[in-house]
């Protein structure tokens, strides 16, 4: 009888736990599904330079939207990115704008373009900092962004 019981206590202490990661995952789902929002696509290169049309449909402004230009033969995530550019490197192209609000924009990437895939580094309107990855993936970066660290 004891045994039943220290088992049904342990089964409930699992089922607890796992039942408040699901309320936390339920509550990141909305925040997740707004990042997935921003996307960020070549639309010509002009000059020399790579034209970018970026299409804010977060349903609010987002802020910090740092595109890369990555040359890279596979997925790039955010832990990776550090060794496409290191100390002394390749210098990176990019597009940088402090806000973005909903709808379409227009930006260019610095320097001449490679053919590189582009990643992107955004904060939404409550502060969480995100990375879109070459594939679409997004990832909640809890850091700063390295433009806010050097602010």
Do not use: H
């Not at 088992?7 to 925040?31: G, I």
């Not at 053919?115 to 309107?125: E, I, R, Y």
Request: glycine share 10%; aromatic share 8%; net charge positive.
């Amino acid at each position: 009888m004891a045994s039943d019981n220290s088992s049904l206590k342990k089964k409930n202490s699992r089922l607890a736990k796992e039942n408040q990661a699901l309320k936390q995952a339920n509550q990141d789902l909305p925040a997740a599904s707004a990042a997935a929002g921003l996307n960020v696509w070549e639309t010509e290169e002009k000059s020399g330079k790579l034209q970018l049309k970026i299409d804010n449909q977060t349903g609010q402004a987002v802020s910090d939207l740092l595109v890369l230009a990555v040359a890279a033969n596979g997925r790039i995530t955010l832990n990776s990115l550090p060794s496409y550019f290191p100390v002394g490197g390749v210098k990176p192209r990019y597009f940088y704008r402090k806000k973005v609000a909903i709808g379409g924009t227009e930006g260019s990437l610095t320097g001449a373009y490679a053919g590189s895939d582009m990643v992107c580094l955004f904060a939404d309107a409550s502060g969480v900092y995100w990375f879109k990855g070459n594939r679409g993936a997004n990832r909640k970066n809890r850091q700063p962004s390295p433009l806010q660290e050097a602010a």
